[in-house]
């Protein structure tokens, strides 16, 4: 069984369109973070969440923490086709990943 | 700034074969990390080194794996024999002491048949 549970497995979109993917664990974590990967290439960190009910935005991006550090979401308001990849949501203290959020964003 | 540099990038071989993977972490950084991502399971670590150390070798999958971190700047993955299971991405990633982000390659994409 994963530490971290990722879902939906699969998401595919039109441009243009919000979505939200989550990653969700019975473990406590002090902190999580969320990968980016795109085709060919290995993940790139996006950001790191430390504290319950924190929330971080990147551009189009909204990270939230939950409050009791047990899981946490990814939101993306109006999605481009440059969002198009592979969303992991990891604990750096276990340096274990997720399965992953495939995310399709169609022009 | 050059980031992690694996190599080869891709390696198609047959079963039995040996298998080396090279890894040159990005200058400083005092750990090491090998992962493999497949379809099935994901990504998941294979071992890690913190100053040339091995401290966690837990995931490596069986006897036939075995990594070895001579020096700061250069990291091995070997498979022998190998096997078609064995078939996946391997990614050298590493991190500085004094951070929390990790810095994955590009992987190595092995095929065994």
């Known amino acids: 069984t994963q530490l971290l549970e990722q879902s939906p497995q699969f998401l595919s979109i039109q441009e243009g369109e919000n979505l939200t993917v989550y990653c969700n664990s019975s473990?406590?974590?002090?902190?999580l973070q969320w990968y980016r990967q795109e085709p060919g290439e290995g993940p790139v960190l996006l950001v790191t969440?430390?504290?319950?009910?924190e929330v971080k935005k990147l551009k189009r991006l909204t990270f939230q923490f939950g409050d009791a550090r047990k899981d946490s979401s990814l939101h993306i308001t109006a999605a481009q086709t440059g969002d198009t990849g592979l969303y992991l949501c990891?604990?750096?203290?276990?340096?274990?990943f997720g399965a992953g959020t495939t995310v399709t964003v169609r022009a | 700034d050059a980031g992690v540099i694996q190599s080869p990038r891709h390696e198609v071989t047959e079963m039995g074969q040996e298998v080396t993977l090279r890894c040159k972490p990005i200058?400083?950084?005092?750990?090491l990390f090998w992962y493999r991502q497949t379809m099935m399971r994901g990504l998941e670590l294979l071992i890690y080194?913190?100053?040339?150390?091995?401290?966690?070798d837990s995931g490596m999958p069986e006897d036939r794996f075995s990594a070895k971190m001579p020096n700061a700047s250069f990291s091995t993955l070997k498979i022998q024999p190998s096997e078609p299971r064995d078939s996946a991405v391997y990614f050298c990633?590493?991190?500085?002491?004094?951070?929390?982000?990790?810095?994955f390659g590009e992987g190595s994409w092995l095929t065994v048949v």
């Open positions: 990891a604990s750096p203290r276990k340096l274990s």
């Open positions: 473990s406590v974590f002090s902190s």
């Open positions: 969440v430390v504290t319950g009910g």
């Open positions: 200058s400083g950084h005092d750990y």
């Open positions: 080194f913190n100053n040339n150390v091995p401290i966690d």
């Open positions: 990633a590493s991190q500085a002491s004094s951070g929390n982000t990790i810095y």
